[in-house]
């Protein structure tokens, strides 16, 4: 028998169940990034770059930021991104994935409880694993659940710190937390609200300050906003007071132990912060095109969202493959979305609308899936 006899039979029950993932070229008009604003292929990000090279910004670290890696183009970043988001201190990853796990793994301690929205990202799950606290799941989008969770805790006696982990607007559904209701909740039990703003960064609110822009500042909330989605670059940016930033650098395993990101990718993602503040155009066209994205994908069952993110959801995971699979063949790249990603049952096409494509692209991809719904 194979040593790794139990890892190609879990491959083939994969395969079985239309589950099993694997990796292709990409190919078609872009319905499946998070490159919102068109920024990874942008000239002036482009331009940016060659500056940086052109200046000296080095390709590699070399080392941990605890080491010879921290490089000046990381300070800068870091001041810059505390200033543009209006917190006290700012700290940059290498990705918002190793950002959530020390986020959730480092901060709440033992005795400490985290209360945490169902449909969460992935990354907030392994930091919770990580980490020394209880945790708890309630119902999405439920501010009452959050506040009886708490409660609850407090009658069994607990009596360290709460903490409430949310997305902002949501990678798989495309809807928006109830951070006002939230952040009462995070007031009336003295919680810290952590607020992930992967996909709302860049834009949504003011310059792209996201949808937490009025929380930003605030004693009790930290937040995380990932470079590799709206700004078109690489890693992810922890955003709160002073002391979180001090403790990750020092408790932060993850932090810790990593190599430093890139400083070439640190200056993009400068430059990227400005193009935020200096090109408000690129946002107001992101909403005619979703605008046209609701209307023209209706007829296909497409909900719409307010936001990016479209989800189209067939149920199971066999049909929602083949009708990705004949969209993609008909050259609109969307993917299909299966558990564990999404729960069982809500098998979907995650539609992204982008700068990438428009508005003829979005009436192709209309026809297609109706094709393919057919």
């Not at 020390?102 to 033992?110: D, E, N, S, V």
């Not at 310059?207 to 670059?233: D, M, P, Q, S, Y």
């Amino acid at each position: 028998m194979s040593l790794l006899a139990a890892h190609a039979h879990d491959l083939a029950d994969l395969a079985a169940r239309d589950r099993l993932r694997g990796l292709f070229p990409r190919s078609g008009v872009d319905f499946s990034s998070n490159d919102y604003l068109g920024l990874a292929t942008s000239d002036r990000l482009r331009g940016a770059v060659m500056e940086a090279l052109a200046r000296g910004v080095a390709v590699g670290s070399g080392g941990s930021r605890l080491l010879r890696g921290n490089d000046p183009e990381h300070d800068a970043l870091e001041a810059e991104a505390a200033a543009f988001f209006g917190s006290e201190a700012a700290l940059y990853f290498s990705s918002g994935y190793a950002a959530n796990a020390a986020l959730l793994g480092t901060l709440p301690q033992r005795g400490d409880l985290v209360v945490y929205d169902a449909l969460i990202h992935a990354s907030a799950h392994e930091g919770m694993r990580l980490g020394r606290a209880e945790t708890v799941g309630v119902p999405h989008n439920d501010p009452q659940g959050f506040d009886d969770a708490i409660a609850a805790w407090r009658a069994r006696g607990g009596t360290g710190r709460a903490w409430i982990a949310v997305e902002s607007l949501y990678s798989m559904d495309g809807d928006r937390a109830p951070l006002e209701d939230l952040a009462e909740v995070a007031a009336r039990h003295d919680a810290v609200l952590l607020i992930d703003e992967a996909h709302a960064t860049g834009v949504f609110g003011a310059n792209g300050r996201g949808l937490a822009a009025a929380f930003e500042g605030r004693e009790n909330v930290v937040t995380l906003r990932t470079c590799g989605k709206a700004l078109g670059c690489e890693g992810a940016l922890v955003c709160g007071p002073r002391v979180v930033r001090d403790f990750l650098v020092n408790r932060g395993r993850g932090f810790i132990f990593s190599t430093a990101p890139s400083p070439l990718m640190a200056s993009a993602v400068r430059a990227a912060l400005r193009i935020l503040a200096d090109e408000p155009e690129r946002r107001d066209r992101l909403r005619t095109l979703v605008a046209h994205a609701e209307a023209a994908l209706a007829p296909c069952g497409v909900t719409p969202t307010g936001s990016q993110i479209l989800p189209l959801v067939l149920g199971d995971d066999a049909t929602t493959m083949r009708v990705a699979s004949a969209v993609q063949a008909a050259g609109y790249d969307v993917r299909g979305i299966r558990p564990p990603t999404v729960p069982a049952g809500t098998s979907r096409l995650r539609i992204s609308v982008t700068l990438n494509a428009c508005e003829a692209d979005l009436d192709g991809l209309a026809r297609a899936i109706e094709g393919a719904l057919a």
